[in-house]
């Protein structure tokens, strides 16, 4: 959230998660301004905003076709689901970046570049971090 996008969705499928989530933003809303007025050089100003959206669903039912960035936690995605994510991945407008654990998004086409994966400390251990742009 220190970018200026124009909105943030979260969707998640497990509800708990989903639950965690919104209790997570709630207290993002109530310390973001005291925290902008102790540091105002750390805190950008478009985070007063509250342009968050947070969904429990089946991100695959949902349009993102205008997203700009995408991340998937996809590290026990299966294959057919990584598979589905390509597929929506296409409808992207260039220039888009999706991120996603352990897993590259797979048979994409030529017109993506994908970085080899680098591998990063997670609160669950290490992964693999994909980062995948659309080129033309």
Partial sequence: MIQPFKSYVGIEFLENLHNIALSINEKFDENIKELKDENPDLIPDFTYENNIELIC?????????DASFIFANSTCFSPELMQSLSKKAEELPVGAVFITFTKRLPMLPDNWEVNSGFR?????????VYVHRKMS
Avoid: N
């Avoid at 990063?120 to 693999?128: F, K, P, Q, V």
């Fill in 57 to 65: 669903g089946d991100f695959l039912t949902y349009d993102w076709r």
């Fill in 120 to 128: 990063r400390l997670m609160s669950w251990g290490i992964a693999t």
